[in-house]
């Protein structure tokens, strides 16, 4: 198992936003963490990233306990997309792509999209964009972890698609495993081998991509509440 979350918890000025979290993400899975706004997806993310310190329980990688600062877990070949997109709005899209772990090449080829607009500033591209170059920058490096927050945030559908299609690609043929953080669940799902529901900072719900979109009841309660307890697959 590359990823092991056994336990842990974590939050802000001493409150816990998420409690006794257990989830797994192996090589080559695409993996979706759901929920409502404020159950704890992005705050996850954060602890899993080293931005965030847990306040308990262990985070397993490779077998081995990740630690250490957001810089430290990207040698070990861990990567962060935050919901902003992480691109430096001032500097030129490939100035952006220069700063990655991998060759500019690497990244066009991944999104050809972004050859035209390579002397635009960063704070200049579309959302849509935006969130190509920080997925290019980052999948050109190969990570084998790649943690994503809120890639559809305030993109158009055929957007969204595209992206998601990326990242299913990355996991299929370089081996990623890809940890994506969405509220809207029908399109991650597509894509994902598995999911987890979070409410309230706790795991309401899991399954199979295929068995969560084939159960909207079950989904719609673990967002609400009323499934609390439930667990598919």
Do not use: C, W
Not at 6 to 21: H, K, N, P, Q, T
Not at 183 to 202: E, M, P
């Amino acid at each position: 198992m590359l990823l092991k979350v056994e336990g842990m918890s974590a939050g802000y000025s001493g409150v816990d936003v998420i409690r006794d979290l257990d989830l797994t993400i192996d090589k080559g899975e695409v993996v979706a963490l759901l929920g409502p706004n404020g159950a704890g997806k992005t705050t996850t993310l954060l602890a899993l990233a080293g931005v965030l310190a847990p306040t308990s329980g262990r985070v397993l990688y490779r077998d081995a306990p990740l630690r250490g600062a957001l810089h430290q877990r990207a040698r070990r070949g861990v990567s962060y997309i935050s919901e902003q997109g992480s691109v430096f709005s001032r500097l030129t899209t490939l100035a952006n792509l220069r700063l990655g772990p991998g060759p500019v090449a690497d990244a066009l080829a991944l999104f050809p999209e972004l050859e035209p607009l390579l002397k635009r500033r960063g704070g200049l591209l579309s959302g849509g964009e935006q969130r190509m170059l920080a997925l290019a920058r980052s999948l050109a490096g190969r990570p084998d972890l790649l943690l994503v927050d809120e890639l559809s945030l305030g993109l158009a559908p055929l957007i969204v698609r595209r992206l998601l299609e990326r990242l299913r690609a990355a996991a299929d043929e370089a081996g990623t495993a890809v940890l994506i953080v969405e509220q809207h669940a029908s399109q991650v799902l597509a894509v994902s081998d598995r999911g987890y529901v979070l409410r309230r900072g706790r795991l309401s719900l899991s399954g199979t991509g295929a068995e969560l979109l084939a159960s909207p009841e079950a989904l719609q309660a673990a967002y609400l509440g009323a499934g609390a307890d439930a667990s598919s697959g």
